[in-house]
């Protein structure tokens, strides 16, 4: 499990190692040709930020290799705002006092409806842990109905047992995903105070979890801001390059949440800048050039526009981040806010300016049938 | 001109098959497979529309006279899932014909030789036209043959790396030892490396992502045809043997003449 290699790690030294690479040991990495975790740090620290152009055009072109001059399109259905957990930066946490919300099967139906009207194949169905509203019963109930208007089903919802993962893959789950938040152990237990995702350890080891039920995607990431973004990145490099080899038969990606604001949140701890954004994005893919690379509408109009040629594979369009948003309750509260409201047509037409094909199916039923 | 090849029973007059993936736009796609002058193209399952009715746009764009489509399967990952692949791709595309891609790797997405040769025997006596995308393995390929598939897709180098063709000495093997026709998939990110694959006998080479990411994918399938062609001609016209060294004086057997 990952928490054993983790705990041979220490929070402070990581920082102070990021914190003390040199211009030279960034050049050194941008021009090997396969990188270490050492390099990753080294093009995340602060001294690589005057090598970001030459890092821009090396990422583009290892993109475009790998991925070709594609960008994938999908979207998430927000099924349940019900949370047990208080979580300090989010509209759902339990201590908010929003009105609680679970879509019938009637509603997902709504849903999907408009959905599908954007053109949408891929979708990533999102809850909030309410484990017995929105547990297993819950997903196996819904998940048949929803599945086949999708080529591609992923989830983000509250951590679960490898058996439940081996159910949700023989229903035709295709991804995971599932963020640590924070790497740092305590400050991770003092914004999770109460309800299951307080357990550090047992969030840590999902994703080998994931893996071991041979899901076919798994998605990590942490939520930039809450502690320092260089040192909470490279640990989930040490994450992704552990879970790699253990794994083999699964893909990986990354998402960049950044920490917004949302109704009575959390300040950031460490703002990570739009330039520091891209100078992530970048050592990513240098770092692992066939890591997806996510990309949420938390992001702006315009620098969601330029960021396509930069590394990222995937992006969200006209996105709701409430149970109901597209069609059943548009009005209630959102997890967090839309900073690009465009909708998926006009986010394809950017796509295709900027010289990309939109991809909107690019998983097939037929590929995971037993 | 150039010999014609034959895979199964359909005669090709290119010898520059390729893929559909990876290009800007599907106006660019057509153009450029239309300019390569290939008769083969493979197509993903993965992204094509096949349910609810609905055209698939992508296979719009590939409605040409001379251009016969070649499902492949990849995104599977054992014998069982590419066997279902493969009877969904022939009846959404009304053809036989099947590019076998079975990498549970999503890395590299290096060939399974266990499960492709599984897959490869089962759906050869399910009638298809099989055509297995495999590692530059002389024996594996020589089992492939043996179980029906109707030509060998050996690899020049991890797919979409550009390497060129980095197992050349086993590719020599295979080429040397076939009855099928061999075509080199995977890896051929230049002209030269194409036409190099097809100077060494190859019958035919897959080309896609060196194409869909050129600057100008139009001008690179051209190369590619050239190239394609150049390697071709050079092979039928019978190339010299490489010297590796001098052979203008014969140093250690000179002392018989003067004997």
């Not at chain 1, 740090?41 to 090396?58: T, V």
């Not at chain 2, 993903?44 to 609810?52: G, I, V």
């Not at chain 2, 025997?121 to 298809?128: D, P, R």
């Not at chain 2, 060196?210 to 394609?228: D, G, R, S, W, Y």
């Amino acid at each position: 499990m990952f928490s054993e290699y983790f705990n041979q790690f220490d929070w402070d030294k990581e920082y102070h190692s990021i914190y003390t690479k040199t211009i030279q040991e960034a050049e050194t990495a941008l021009f090997k040709s396969h990188r270490t975790i050492e390099d990753f740090k080294a093009l995340i620290s602060p001294a690589a930020m005057p090598l970001l152009e030459q890092m821009a055009e090396m990422s583009h072109v290892e993109t475009q290799k790998r991925f070709g001059k594609t960008i994938q399109l999908y979207a998430p259905l927000y099924l349940s705002n019900e949370c047990q957990n208080i979580c300090t930066y989010c509209g759902f946490s339990l201590d908010n006092q929003i009105p609680r919300k679970t879509l019938t099967a009637l509603e997902i139906l709504q849903e999907i409806a408009v959905l599908k009207e954007m053109g949408y194949q891929h979708v990533l169905l999102v809850t909030g842990e309410a484990q017995h509203r929105v547990g297993m019963d819950y997903f196996t109930q819904m998940l048949p109905l929803i599945k086949k208007h999708f080529a591609q089903v992923a989830m983000e919802v509250q951590p679960l047992e490898r058996m439940d993962y081996e159910t949700l893959h023989d229903m035709g789950v295709h991804a995971i995903l599932v963020y640590q938040e924070t790497y740092h152990r305590e400050h991770y237990k003092s914004h999770h105070p109460r309800g299951k995702k307080a357990n550090f350890t047992y969030r840590l080891e999902t994703p080998d979890r994931i893996g071991q039920a041979g899901i076919h995607k798994i998605g990590l990431g942490a939520l930039l801001g809450l502690d320092d973004w260089r040192t909470d990145s490279a640990f989930t490099a040490r994450h992704l390059q552990y879970l790699e080899k253990r794994y083999w038969q699964s893909k990986f990606s990354i998402s960049f949440p950044r920490l917004r604001p949302h109704s009575g949140g959390t300040v950031p701890k460490s703002i990570i800048t739009d330039r520091e954004l891209v100078q992530l994005i970048c050592a990513w893919r240098l770092f692992n050039n066939d890591v997806e690379l996510s990309m949420s509408t938390r992001e702006c109009e315009s620098f969601r526009d330029h960021i396509i040629k930069l590394g990222i594979t995937s992006i969200s369009a006209g996105s709701k981040t409430n149970p109901g948003g597209y069609a059943v309750a548009p009005e209630s509260l959102e997890q967090f806010e839309i900073d690009d409201n465009r909708t998926p047509q006009e986010i394809a037409a950017v796509i295709q300016q900027a010289g990309y094909d939109p991809v909107w199916k690019d998983w097939d039923e037929a590929l995971q049938t037993h | 001109m150039i010999q014609a090849l034959k895979i199964a029973d359909k005669i090709f007059s290119s010898r520059l098959f390729t893929g559909t993936g990876k290009f800007g736009s599907i106006a660019v796609m057509e153009e450029s497979l239309l300019i390569s002058g290939s008769e083969l193209v493979t197509v993903a399952l993965r992204r094509m529309e096949h349910q609810h009715g609905k055209p698939d746009n992508l296979l719009q764009h590939l409605d040409h006279p001379q251009i016969h489509l070649l499902p492949n399967t990849s995104g599977v990952r054992t014998a069982n899932e590419a066997i279902y692949a493969a009877q969904l791709a022939r009846e959404a595309l009304e053809t036989n014909w099947l590019k076998l891609e079975i990498h549970p790797d999503p890395k590299y997405l290096m060939p399974d030789p266990i499960e492709t040769l599984k897959a490869a025997e089962t759906l050869v006596k399910m009638g298809f036209i099989v055509l297995p995308y495999c590692s530059a393995d002389p024996v594996l390929c020589k089992h492939l043959e043996q179980v029906g598939v109707a030509a060998v897709m050996p690899l020049g180098a991890p797919i979409g790396s550009n390497q060129g063709l980095q197992t050349s000495s086993m590719l020599e093997i295979i080429i040397q030892q076939a009855t099928v026709p061999v075509v080199v998939d995977a890896g051929i990110g230049a002209p030269s490396h194409a036409a190099q694959a097809m100077e060494m006998g190859a019958d035919a080479v897959l080309v896609n992502t060196a194409i869909a990411t050129a600057h100008q994918p139009q001008t690179m399938a051209l190369a590619f045809k050239n190239a394609v062609e150049a390697g071709r001609m050079a092979y039928e016209a019978g190339l010299g043997p490489t010297q590796h060294h001098a052979s203008a004086s014969s140093p250690l057997t000179s002392f018989l003449s003067s004997l």
